[in-house]
Each structure stands twice: as C-alpha cells, then as structure tokens.
C-alpha cells in the first residue's frame, strides 16, 4: 500500500511538473522566437546596453522583493482570512521597499546625470523604475498562483506576458526607437496591463486593512536572508557581463548575452518548472506528513529531474552551437564556445534547487543565503582570473565552476554522498542522455534546420528506447499511468 502511495505520489508531482514545463515549453518557444528578431534588430552594442538594464533592474527587483515572495508560499494556509492577510502583507510590505529603494537608485542616477551630462542615465532609470515596480507585483502574485497550485492559470498569465512583451517590444522598435529603450518601453506597457488584470482578479484577497505588521516582520524574517540568496544567484548567473564589458567591451557583452540568453531558456524550462512544482509540493507534505516521507518524496523527484534534465542539456549541448548561429547569425559567432559549459551548469544548478528544498521547508533560509554567497564569491574570483585570459570561454567556467559546487553541497546535504545506491541510481538515470549525446556528436549533421530537425528526432527516439529497455521505475510508472488512464 506503502509503495502505491509513493507511486501516486511520484505521479502527482510528474503530471504537476508536466504542467508547468508545458507552460515554460512555450515561453522556450517565444523566446527562441524573438531571439533572431532581437538580434538583427538591435545592433550588439544595443544588445549589450539591453542586458546591462535587464541585469540592474533585476538586482532591484531582488531587493524590493524583500523575500516576501518565498514567504507567502511558506506562510500560505487554506484559511479566506489569512490568505486575505498574507497576499496583502505581502504586497503592501514590498510595496514599501520598493518605495525605499527606488528612492536611493534615483539620488544616485541624478548625481551620475548632473556629473556625466548625459540625460540617458535619466532614461534607463526610467526604465529600470518600469521593469522594477511591475516584476515585483507580479511576482507576489505568482507565487500566491503558485501556492494554490493553480497550474493552468500560472502557465495562461505567465505565456500571455512573454508574447505580450514581444510583440508590443518589436512594434515600439519599429515604430518609435530601434533601439534598447524602444524594446524596454514595449515591455513595460504589457506588464501594466498584466498587473492590472492581476489586480482585478486578486481585488478579494488586497486590503489596506488586512496589513499586518506583525506579519510582516515574520515574513521579513524568513525572506531576508533570501534576498542575499536571491542577489548572489544574480551575481552567479550575470555579473560576468560587468567584468567582460570592461575588459572586453559592450560589443562583446551582447555577444557573449546573445549566446547565454538562448542557453537560460533551456536552463529556465528545466529548473523553473521543478522549483514551481516541489517548493510548495513539499511545504504541502511537510504540513500533513512526517520528514521521511516527504525526504523520500525529494529523493524520487531528483532522480526524475536528472533522468529528464540530463536529456534536454546534453541533446542541447550537442545541438546548440548549429541552433545559435543560424537564429543569431554569424556576427555572434564568437560566442557559440560558451553554449557547452553554460547549458551544464544549468543541469548541476538545478540538482541544488532539488536537493536543497529541504532547507527552504525548515526555515532554514540563512543556509541557502550562505550557500549561494560562497558560490557567488568563487564566481567573481573566477571572472577576474580567467576573462582576461580565457575571454568568453572564461567566463562560461567562471560559472560552470560554483554551479557544480552548488550540487555536490546540495547532494551532500540531501545525503546522497554517504547513499552509494542513490548516487549509483542518480549515474544510472544519466545514462541515457549521455548514449544520446554521444551519437548525435559522432553522427553529426549539416548547420541546417532540416539536419536539426531529424537529429532531433533521432535523439529523441533513441533517449525513450534506452529509458525504456534500462529503466524499469519507468516502465511502472507508465503502466500506472495507463492503468490509471484507462479506470478515468
């Protein structure tokens, strides 16, 4: 009865994940969509000034956010009242810091403006004030989406924003500036009417009145250390763009951007959907169920992810540099010797965002904030080391590095080093993504969508085989699935 359970359960958190990767799936897609739109449109030093002003408002983003936002998942309970209580702490209390923050970022951008006697630092605070005060809202929001589990309306609202963005991004480019700002002011007009609609369908759970200070202190408590957590997984993923603009140029940002931004979409598909899926899973079992079965419940869900995520970055990893230079063109050409090691970090990153939930559902805050800051300090250490010498290449280890770092801490505080069959399960699991890997690099094929498409399909086909004829966890769990299929 026991392992039904853990079967249904094991099912519960594949057909949520599901979910939530077919809505990540398809903002992949916008996003591969407007890649080659953006970079012909803008030129690279646009291209960098665009991801200069992506990475400063989202440091803001960070701070104004306060942590609230991962509070309001641990806080949330089924109870009208304290739902009402919790968003509107939430959202008043970020309101606040945002307020402060702002405040500080504007003093310091009229100083840089009256000194440098350039109004365009005016304007990009413009823009940064936009993408800050808009994100912050929407991502309390979310997260009170995602603490209802409401899959659904998460994916509608979150793929409506993205191919909102694009288009209103490309009909200001064309039709007022061709340029960053022109992009920016695009984005900003479609999420005010993101935020609006939120509001409106969230009006019964915000009140002035429901603001409790007490609350809010509490839930400052345990999302302020996340900030630190949040900032230094900025600094980990983007900060490289800070140190290869000075010691290579803007130029060399956007390329080395144009290459990460598509490789961050694979990266997001993977580990968004599994941070949205087990965070408020286990919150959930945590509160009805004693630790070893929601332990065993993160074991099994790390064991699914390497299965899945292994495919999806080696397949991209043996894929990606034909995909990047017929999307970007040839004049990014310099940057496609990232795409390898930036796409493995993002398999290595998302083993810590599985193995060390654990710490988010005991509170334990401090300890992912000190976690990602070690990681964050070996990535700035790396960045001045190698960029000079290595440029690019540099910069894609001096993220690799920290990330592999951040599994084996994770792996090692979910147990996994002193469990030889679990490590042995985790090798296992990889296996057949790395079979697929090696026979799409030793077939090869043409720089060709046609070539692509069927070594697609070829990996594919062979990754479902070899899970199929090595892994029998699989083979069960689809019988279930069909046995279940067939009693519905």
């Known amino acids: 009865m026991s392992s039904q359970t853990d079967d249904l359960k094991i099912m519960e958190f594949i057909k949520k994940l599901g979910g939530y990767a077919s809505g990540n799936l398809l903002t992949l897609i916008a996003g591969l969509l407007s890649f080659p739109i953006f970079t012909r449109m803008l030129s690279t030093s646009d291209y960098g000034v665009m991801s200069l002003i992506n990475l400063t408002s989202s440091l803001c983003i960070t701070f104004c956010k306060g942590g609230l936002q991962h509070a309001l998942i641990r806080e949330w309970d089924d109870n009208k009242e304290h739902e009402r209580i919790i968003v509107s702490t939430a959202l008043f209390g ?49 997260n009170k989406i995602r603490a209802t589990q409401d899959t659904l309306w998460y994916n509608i609202i979150t793929v409506f924003s993205k191919y909102g963005q694009i288009t209103f991004a490309v009909l200001f480019m064309i039709l007022y500036s061709n340029t960053a700002v022109g992009l920016f002011s695009g984005f900003i007009v479609i999420s005010i009417t ?152 993002s398999f290595f990153y998302g083993v810590f965002i599985v193995s060390s939930s654990e710490l988010f559902v005991q509170n334990n805050t401090k300890a992912m904030a000190l976690i990602m800051t070690i990681a964050a300090l070996i990535n ?9 010498r290595m440029k690019l ?38 296996v057949p993504g790395i079979i697929m890997y090696t026979a799409l690099v030793f077939f090869g094929g043409r720089t060709a969508w046609s070539s692509i498409m069927i070594r697609v399909f070829i990996g594919i086909t062979l990754w479902i085989c070899t899970v199929l004829l090595t892994n029998k966890l699989v083979r069960n769990q689809l019988i279930l699935w069909i046995n279940l299929r067939k009693i519905n």
């Not at 606040?96 to 702002?102: A, F, N, Q």
């Not at 144009?258 to 079992?285: C, D, G, H, R, W």
């Not at 700035?380 to 000079?388: G, H, K, S, T, V």
């Not at 002193?418 to 296992?428: F, P, Q, S, W, Y």
């Open 393 to 430: 290449l540099g910069a894609a280890y001096a993220t690799l590095i920290p990330e592999i770092f951040l599994a084996v801490v994770g792996l090692w505080k979910m147990g996994v080093m002193k469990d030889k069959e679990l490590l042995v399960r985790i090798i296992h699991y990889c």
């Open 94 to 142: 970020s309101a606040i810091i945002t307020g402060v923050i702002l405040f500080i970022l504007g003093s310091i951008t009229i100083f840089i403006t009256y000194y440098s006697n350039s109004w365009m630092y005016a304007i990009y605070f413009c823009i940064i004030c936009g993408l800050t005060t808009t994100e912050v809202i929407k991502s309390i929001f979310y």
């Open 380 to 388: 700035l250490a790396l960045d001045i080391l190698l960029i000079p």
């Open 194 to 345: 993101i935020v609006i609609l939120l509001f409106y369908r969230n009006r019964k759970h915000i009140s002035l009145a429901a603001f409790d200070c007490h609350k809010f202190r509490t839930m400052l408590a345990f999302g302020f250390p996340l900030i630190f957590y949040e900032l230094n997984n900025m600094l980990l993923t983007f900060v490289d763009r800070y140190f290869i603009g000075i010691f290579q140029g803007v130029a060399t940002v956007g390329a080395y951007s144009a290459a990460y931004n598509m490789t961050f979409y694979i990266q997001n598909l993977l580990v968004s959907s599994v941070s949205l899926t087990l965070y408020p899973m286990v919150v959930e079992k945590l509160k009805k169920e004693n630790s070893d079965a929601y332990r065993q419940f993160m074991r099994e869900s790390l064991l699914w992810f390497c299965l899945v995520s292994s495919a999806v970055v080696l397949g991209f990893a043996a894929l990606g540099k034909d995909v990047f230079l017929l999307s970007a063109t040839v004049k990014y050409a310099e940057a496609t010797v990232v795409i390898t090691p930036v796409i493995c970090g």
